[in-house]
C-alpha cells in the first residue's frame, strides 16, 4: 500500500530555511502530494500541495522530485510558530464521483525550532 | 467564522459502552470524514460522507458506526466492539471541488 516515508525529527534555527524531506517511492500516477501540519491535541493545518510542479504559496515551497518520489517541503525562514510536526500525506481519490480523497499519512516530521 | 466545530474535547468511556462523538461543520462542504490518531503517529480513516444519506466505510471501519442526516452534522459513534478505541478522533471536511482539508480540534477518547 502506498506510504510516506520521514525522518522523525528535525532541528532547526529560527530565521534560518528549513527542507523537510519525504520519500513516497509508492505514488500513483493520479495521487496529489499534501503537506499539513499539527501542533499538539490540534487537528493538522493545510501547508501546501502539488502534484508534478514546483509549488510556492506564502506558507512554504514544495520542491517535487522529476519522478515524484521525493518531495521536499521548504520554510523559507523559520519561527517559533513553526514547530509542530509536518505530515507529508498523499491525497487519493476515493470513487469516480464527487470530490472524496482519502488522505495517507506517514509517521510526520517533529521540527523543533531553536531561538 | 466558519469551520468545524468537534464536542466533547474529552470524553472517557468505560467497557462496553458506546459513546457519541459529536462534528458539526458551517462551511458548506459536501463530504466530511473521520480519522483516528494514535500517539505517534499519523491519521488513518474510519469513515466517510460525500452527502447526505450516504456514507462509507474507511480503512479502520470497524467498531465504529456514522450517520448523516444533515449537511452540517457527521456524528460517529464508537461502539463497544471497537476493542481498543481509546485515541484522538478527528474531524474533516473539504468543499466540492477543493483541495485542502479543514480540520476540527479533536476529541481525545479514553477507555476507563
Known amino acids: 500500500d502506498a506510504k510516506t516515508t520521514q525522518p522523525n525529527s528535525m532541528e532547526s534555527n529560527e530565521e534560518e530555511p528549513v527542507h523537510l524531506p519525504c520519500n513516497h517511492s509508492?505514488?500513483?500516477?493520479?495521487?496529489?502530494i499534501h503537506w499539513y501540519r499539527q501542533l499538539p491535541s490540534q487537528g493538522p493545518e493545510y501547508v501546501i500541495h502539488?502534484?508534478?510542479s514546483n509549488v510556492n504559496n506564502r506558507m512554504a515551497s514544495l520542491a517535487i522530485a522529476e519522478d515524484r518520489k521525493s518531495s521536499t517541503l521548504i520554510l523559507h525562514r523559520a519561527t517559533l510558530r513553526d514547530a509542530a510536526v509536518y505530515y507529508c500525506?498523499?491525497?487519493?481519490?476515493?470513487?469516480?464521483?464527487?470530490?472524496?480523497?482519502?488522505?495517507?499519512f506517514g509517521s510526520g516530521t517533529r521540527l523543533l525550532v531553536r531561538p | 467564522d466558519g469551520g468545524i466545530t468537534q464536542s466533547p474535547k474529552y470524553l472517557f468511556r468505560k467497557e462496553g459502552q458506546n459513546v457519541t462523538l459529536s462534528c458539526e461543520q458551517n462551511l458548506n462542504h459536501d463530504a466530511m470524514y473521520w480519522y483516528r490518531q494514535d500517539p505517534g503517529q499519523g491519521l488513518r480513516l474510519i469513515y466517510y460522507?460525500?452527502?447526505?444519506?450516504?456514507?462509507q466505510k474507511g480503512d479502520i471501519a470497524e467498531g465504529y458506526s456514522v450517520s448523516r442526516e444533515k449537511k452540517e452534522s457527521f456524528p460517529l459513534t464508537v461502539t463497544s466492539a471497537q476493542k481498543n478505541p481509546t485515541a484522538f478522533y478527528l474531524c474533516?471536511?473539504?468543499?466540492?471541488?477543493?483541495?485542502?482539508?479543514?480540520f476540527g480540534s479533536g476529541t481525545r477518547l479514553t477507555v476507563v
Open positions: 460522507s460525500q452527502i447526505v444519506n450516504d456514507f
Open positions: 474533516a471536511s473539504i468543499p466540492d471541488r477543493g483541495y485542502g482539508y479543514t
Open positions: 502539488g502534484l508534478t
Open positions: 500525506i498523499l491525497r487519493r481519490a476515493l470513487g469516480l464521483i464527487g470530490s472524496s480523497y482519502k488522505l495517507i
Open positions: 509508492t505514488i500513483s500516477g493520479t495521487d496529489y
